[in-house]
């Protein structure tokens, strides 16, 4: 269908018409968030009760996630079969049915359709015929599986398990952090100008952190010379990098003149903001993980959240943040997690920067979807490794997306 | 407290409510001014800063967008962004009203305001960046300074990032 073609390098370029084309997004819709990929929907901590649920999307679809009665969970697509409006309004809440505020059609938990106002008339007048099926335009279903309180969505029937999705390489690294159930403690949207593959681009791109974050890079709390690695899976589409605790005092960035080069006249005065119980328990102080096709989850020091990618547009992306600890966590605990809120999000010491950056690259580009980037660092390949001075998870990214792109 | 009321020991409202709006006035200024330097010393000592969304709030969940306790954390908050954030050249416009004053004691009051915050690109991309109110305890030592701020924006979205402070 696309008539684009990739530039003949393969992986090490990416052409920047893959932030531009309006007809490429449509084709992403259909092919990637309502095909075979498995799409984070919320933690099962928000519909911990019977008959709660919250609102959400996969993709630009609108979705309700409920757990009814009985606990199960389900997710459907917030379309009345009626005339197509929104089912539920509200972004979150408990609810016995659902009814469409337009005519009062009625849907339970599950998203099956359970009355039609007046679909038998009143008196014998009016109401729809006998042999009328509007079930035929029931809201999609989506089938609804958790892994470690994660709950994600597919339209796809043919899709594999959750588990199986994730894989052996990366499956262990999302357990090494949902060791508890989690409490939450409370979200917020950022919006960013770019396309959304450019947030995912950044996410797995273990290379820019301690160069454009200088926060990290200052402090000595990230920096390619520490310990670390970055685990992917093979088919490129989910990844996971750590760093460990081990505080580096080498001076490879003051040697290369980097930007981001520690600086005796800055030092923290409050640096208790960055003190770390390592409640994992294996040294690591930042572990960062992605799930194709929009799925973050973050380890930093002590602060632990999910991060939803929502496209809405081939400019605009919503970073949907819910930031959780543990449901036994005490007092100083939960307190070091909202102070370490300050390293993420918007305000974020060390996030604040990759909303701007990746809407640098949808503004550079825009003359150029001719052009493509050059992702050669580490080489050619997608693998697994110890060194973060790679873009192995980049390419990993560009590898899924052609093979569900056919491009 | 800034001055005897004609009774001689309970302060004049009228004067309070002058001062509190005065006290707001020239933080505002300050920030759209980037003179984010004088930023900590609106505060007291301890004081803190906090910023959240009312949705948050409403559901009772703490999660701040940013919180500093105490000066030291406000002052590593400016170097950090003059000396290591990136963020494109833009400015604020500050726009405070509605302010509710109500004394604590003879020494403290609690104000509530409204504030809009326009934000201005290099370019002249204006954006309303973000809309809510302060919720503010404030302590009349010397001058009035806060002992606690709270910034509830109202909408839950914030555009590409908050550097500076709201």
Known sequence: MLERSWPAEGLTRVPYWVYQDVDLYREEQRRIFHGPTWNYLCLEAEIAEPQSFVTTFVGEMPVVVTRDAAGALHAFENRCAHRGALICMQSRGKAERFSCIYHNWTYDHAGNLTSVAFRKGIAGKGGMPADAKPETQAPKKLRVESVHGLVFGTLSKEVSSLESYIGPEILPRIKRVMIKPPRLLGSYTQVLPNNWKLYMDNVKDTYHASLLHVFFTRFRINRLTQEGGVFVSPDGAHHCTYTKMIEDRGDAYEKDGMRSASSQKFQLEAPELLEQVDELGDGVSIQILSLFPGFVLHQIRNSLAARQVVPKGIDRTELHWTLFGFVDDDEPMTRRRLMQANLVGPAGYISMEDGAATGFVQRGVAASPDRASVIEMGGSGVGSGDSRITETAVRGLWKAWRKYMDV | ?166
């Open chain 2, 1 to 166: 407290m800034p001055t005897k009321g004609k009774s001689g020991s309970e302060p004049d409202l009228f004067s309070l409510q002058l001062a509190v709006e005065h006290l707001h006035a020239r933080y505002a200024h300050a920030l759209d001014a980037d003179q984010l330097e004088d930023w900590p010393n609106f505060f007291t000592e301890n004081g803190t800063y906090r910023i959240t969304t009312a949705e948050n709030e409403a559901r009772g969940l703490p999660l701040p967008v940013l919180y500093a306790e105490g000066r030291a954390m406000l002052r590593d908050r400016v170097q950090s962004l003059r000396h290591a954030n990136i963020y494109e050249p833009q400015r604020y416009r500050h726009i405070v009203s509605s302010v509710l004053v109500k004394a604590i004691d003879r020494s403290r009051v609690s104000s509530e305001s409204n504030f809009l915050v326009i934000r201005i690109m290099e370019n002249g991309e204006t954006l309303l960046f973000a809309s809510g109110r302060y919720v503010d305890r404030i302590v009349f030592s010397d001058e009035p300074q806060y002992e606690e701020r709270v910034v509830i924006c109202d909408s839950r979205r914030f555009d590409t990032l908050l550097a500076i402070p709201l």
